[in-house]
């Protein structure tokens, strides 16, 4: 039953953001764990391309460089899945900015962007996919979304990233509501909180060896996150472990929630 549970055997899967980082690292999980094939997609051509050509080691992985920001980039990758595939079983929306700025100092640009990326783009890509996501799913094999939010929609600090924070917990609502919607499609809707992890957002911190430390202490469990963290959550809301679970928001956190 184990094997079975966790399984990612015979599933398609889309991760947006998906050459470094979290989007990497959920990328490799679904791939050993068996998925058919992983496409990822982000903005810089060439990173795209060198991360599904390390990442084939474990399975197969395509790149689809583009900018899902857009409209003409939603568009163009909807195309590019339909010419490759007849459905979909798995999208991860990870794709995210932030705009650190002090109170006061916030640029309308700024705020716009990351609402775009961060909101925006997830409810149209996911409105876009949502007939190729449907066609294969059913009661027995659902076919499942995730969100990735973030524990800064969660609590009151938005450390100077006011727009990312509100970003975030926009994207646990737009999880609630389309997990209402599509529930009886066989469509599963989640959304990951991530806490602190390593990543190009959070170098600022991981490459001041004393502001690392002292963040490091402010977590109860007294560690960042690390790859295997956030592919085993991601692996068991794709598979049929995670089968009766929909709507929710799952903070992985070491929990650091808890205590701001």
């Known amino acids: 039953m184990f094997e079975q549970l966790f399984s990612m055997q015979g599933k398609v899967c889309v991760i947006t953001g998906g050459s470094r980082g979290l989007g990497s690292y959920m990328a490799?999980?679904?791939?050993?764990?068996?998925a058919k094939r992983v496409y990822i997609t982000a903005r810089k051509v060439e990173a795209c391309i060198e991360a599904a050509q390390a990442l084939s080691q474990y399975g197969e992985c395509v790149a689809l460089p583009g900018d899902v920001a857009t409209a003409e980039g939603i568009s163009a990758l909807v195309q590019?899945?339909?010419?490759?595939?007849?459905?979909?079983?798995?999208?991860?929306?990870?794709?995210?900015a932030g705009w650190g700025a002090p109170f006061g100092q916030v640029p309308e640009k700024g705020w716009d962007k990351v609402m775009d990326v961060n909101v925006k783009s997830p409810?149209?890509?996911?409105?876009?996919?949502a007939p190729m996501l449907k066609k294969n799913a059913s009661p027995e094999q659902n076919?499942?979304?995730?969100?990735?939010?973030?524990i800064a929609g969660m609590v009151g600090s938005a450390l100077d990233n006011f727009s990312y924070a509100t970003s975030?917990?926009?994207?646990?609502?737009?999880?609630?509501?389309?997990?209402?919607?599509?529930?009886?499609d066989h469509v599963r809707v989640n959304a990951i909180a991530p806490g602190r992890f390593y990543s190009k957002m959070t170098e600022f911190l991981s490459a001041d060896q004393e502001a690392f430390e002292q963040d490091r202490q402010g977590i109860p469990m007294h560690r960042w996150g690390e790859p295997k963290d956030i592919a085993g959550v991601a692996i068991m809301l794709a598979s049929q472990a995670g089968g009766f679970i929909t709507g929710q928001i799952i903070a992985v956190d070491?929990?650091?929630?808890?205590?701001h």
């Not at 076919?143 to 973030?150: E, F, R, T, V, W």
């Not at 070491?254 to 205590?259: A, D, E, K, M, R």
Request: charged share 15%.
């Open 143 to 150: 076919a499942c979304i995730i969100n990735i939010g973030s």
């Open 28 to 34: 490799q999980g679904f791939l050993e764990a068996g």
């Open 80 to 96: 590019a899945l339909n010419e490759r595939e007849s459905h979909i079983d798995v999208l991860v929306n990870n794709a995210g």
């Open 123 to 129: 409810f149209f890509l996911t409105q876009a996919l």
């Open 168 to 184: 975030k917990a926009a994207i646990h609502q737009l999880t609630r509501v389309l997990a209402t919607e599509l529930a009886g």
């Open 254 to 259: 070491g929990g650091t929630s808890l205590i």
